[in-house]
């Protein structure tokens, strides 16, 4: 297992003085609102090197000019390069002038002792060409008054089936028409937000946690509305639904109850962890898991837009009320706090404030780490976590892919 005292300390301003490599694709406007002689790739990746201290303020940066930073890694220069000591603005680099990185000291991650082969998860039991026809008992909006869109918590009766599923996992939804083309509908996965249980502890039913797509056509000017999720969210009880699965592995919680459990949701991607903190800590589902006596640390990092948008937000500060030594809540808001700079308050800030004790979780043996919902929140976690493995002399995105490996660390974002 990897221990940072045997790779010794960088130490904080050791780390302040170093510089990184990003490497980045699709920025649009950077050179105009860069240095003159900055030089973007037509194709491909482009390098900035950037200080330790700017860290967080050009990953925003690049995402506000519509980048996707792909890699980050410590700039060791073998040999001297010129365009890097000018720490200040940053500079593009062309990918022949990044010099060539050595690779950091190789660190080990223990595979969870929880790993399992899964092969008891059950997956595909309805399928899409024989779904099973569920029907709707309850759609309930999840928005406190003032809240921004449409969020509904809806429960199914899948009673008549054989449908079972464990927490982490989706299901299908198939909504009724047709599609342009003239086909039928597609499939679209939805995170499953109750325990395997269901809502109401009897094996009954199972709910999900759905957004209303909504957005205005750049090219139409008209307000579009997403196919499934409007048919989702309209549901009265009675109406019948078709489902399949269900799916995915990547998202189970591990057995072990002494497991320390990180999330990491923005919006709708609380569903999952909702369903494992209903597990962990519900009275009713403490009776009905004996076997599951939850000892670890969750901690949850939730980003919404306003606290109106804060879904679950009472059951979530009930939970921490009655478990502060084993449930820690954290919220980044993004239109209402502001993080150290000053901008707006995302979860990659809340990420970045409490790097240093979240590494130190995630080195631990029994942490995993789970991160759901929107797209491309993975980028401003990873920069994060750099900032504070690399005081261990750690390189984040090596130890990440080892984590990985070892079944501890769980993406699903869509
Ligand atoms: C594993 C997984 C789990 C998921 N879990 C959940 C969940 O728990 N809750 C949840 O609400 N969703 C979840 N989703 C997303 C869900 O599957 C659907 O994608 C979502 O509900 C939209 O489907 P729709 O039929 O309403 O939209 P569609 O009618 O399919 O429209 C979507 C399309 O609209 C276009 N579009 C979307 N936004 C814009 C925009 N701003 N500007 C221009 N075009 C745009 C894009 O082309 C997009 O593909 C999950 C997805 C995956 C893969």
Redesign the pocket.
Known sequence: MYNPSLSGSAGNSAANSRLYIYEVSGLRDLQSSNAADSKIRRSGSSFITVPYQRMNQEMRRIASLGGKILSIRPFEAKTESTSVENTEPMSIQSTEQVVETSESAPTEVAAAPAAKKHADVPVNIYRPNAPFVGKCVSNDGLLADGGIGM?QHVKFDISAGDLRYFEGQ?IG?I?PGKDAKGKN??I??????STRHGDDVDDKTVS??????E????KTGKE?????????CGLKPGDEIQITGP??KEMLLPDDPEANVIMMAT???I??FRAYLWRMFKDNERHANPDYSFKGLAWLVFGVATTPNILYKDELEEIQEKYPDNFKLTYAVSREQKNAEGGKMYIQDRIAENADELWSLIQQEKTHVYI?GLKGMETGIDAALTNAAIKSDVKWSEYRSQLKRAGRWHV?T?
């Open positions: 969020v989706s939804i909504p509908n597609k679209r996965l939805y995170s499953i937000a999900l946690c759905v957004r209303k797509l957005y205005k056509d750049e579009v509305e997403g196919v499934c999720s409007t048919f989702i799916t995915g919006g709708t991607g569903a999952p759901c699903e869509y």
